[in-house]
């Protein structure tokens, strides 16, 4: 599975975007996909989790309540809505897959075997 994110850009603070996360390939439904982030200077950090069979959700307590993670398996798509934007979510977002991994969170980077290019997100106040 390729994937591709997209829908990055500038928001001011309180705003809204949604990022994509596009996957090619005919098994996308039995990955769990998470977004990352990554700010300068900072380790990538873990956001959200969608999981392939029962699309149980994760999210990191920083975003909570103001990120919604969805996905559309018949467009081969995980998006995440991201509302009330503070300029500390400024960062690149990155997506990645895992085939057939259900449970917890999964937040170690090194666990995921497909990535994205990443998208930048910046957040003025």
């Known amino acids: 599975v390729q994937l591709q994110a997209s829908g990055g850009g500038l928001a001011q603070a309180g705003g809204s975007l949604r990022l994509s996360c596009a996957a090619s390939?005919?098994?996308?439904?039995?990955?769990?996909v998470s977004w990352f982030r990554q700010a300068p200077g900072k380790e990538r950090e873990f956001v959200s989790q969608?999981?392939?069979?029962?699309?149980?959700?994760y999210y990191a307590d920083s975003v909570k309540g103001r990120f919604t993670i969805s996905r559309d398996n018949a467009k081969n798509t995980v998006y995440l809505q991201m509302n009330s934007l503070k300029p500390e979510d400024t960062a690149v977002y990155y997506c990645?897959?895992?085939?057939?991994?259900?449970?917890?969170?999964?937040?170690?980077?090194?666990?995921?075997?497909?990535w994205g290019q990443g998208t930048q997100v910046t957040v003025s106040s």
């Open positions: 990645a897959a895992r085939a057939l991994f259900t449970g917890p969170p999964l937040m170690s980077a090194s666990g995921y075997t497909n």
């Open positions: 390939g005919r098994t996308f439904a039995t990955y769990t």
């Open positions: 969608i999981n392939w069979s029962i699309g149980g959700t």
